[in-house]
């Protein structure tokens, strides 16, 4: 009986100094009516462009993949524009490759073919966030084909110009966002 009497004012304790610390936290704060919107999305979007509230569980997650984020990558999108002449093997944003199917324009040998690969390292806009593979298959009369992979300047010119290319989208995107004042403003230290 005394045991019940020490755990049962030990947790009386406990939550009077919980209470006391909660209360001087200043989770609420009254206001004034007048200065408050009654429709709730108007507060919502208020506190959204102060910076101010946090979500514990997220109700509008979607289950699967995120494929909506593909089409805002500057990087990804900036390669599918750069590769289009050419017809696609394998494109996975979740696996984050790009890969062409075998290719030969018009004016080379009929018996080269190029396939590019590129990887996507990191999703910003950096050198390294960038593989890019040239591969080059050149098949002989009896269609006995060698398939190498190509040392030369094409896979650093192909990725410069993603690059370009990406930067150019993102610069895009920021000037045309209906919320660049807050995409912009620098980070407090």
């Keep these: 009986m005394n045991f019940l009497k020490s755990t049962l ?3 009386i304790v406990i939550l009077l100094t919980a209470l006391f610390f909660l209360q001087n936290c200043g989770i609420y704060r009254p206001t004034d009516a007048r ?37 805002s990558n500057p990087m990804w999108r ?20 790009i890969i062409t199917d075998w290719y030969s324009n018009d004016d080379s040998d009929q018996n080269e073919n190029l396939k590019i690969t590129v990887r996507f390292l990191s999703n910003e806009i950096r050198s390294d966030g960038l593989d890019v593979i040239v591969h080059k298959k050149t098949c002989d009369q ?26 150019k989208l993102e610069e895009f ?17």
Excluded: H, M
Aim: with cysteine; proline share 4%.
């Design 35 to 71: 200065e408050v919107s009654p429709n709730a999305k108007d507060r919502v979007e208020k506190n959204v462009k102060e910076g101010k509230g946090f979500q514990v569980l997220d109700r509008n997650k979607r289950q699967g993949g995120v494929f909506e984020f593909a089409s």
């Design 142 to 167: 009896a269609n006995r084909c060698k398939t190498s992979k190509l040392e030369t300047d094409l896979t650093n010119e192909i990725k410069i110009a993603i690059l370009k290319n990406a930067t």
């Design 78 to 97: 900036a390669t599918i524009d750069l590769l289009d002449f050419a017809p696609f093997s394998n494109v996975d944003y979740s696996g984050g490759i």
């Design 173 to 189: 995107d920021i000037a045309n966002s209906p919320n660049k004042d807050y995409i912009l403003r620098e980070p407090k230290n």
């Design 9 to 11: 004012s030990l947790k």
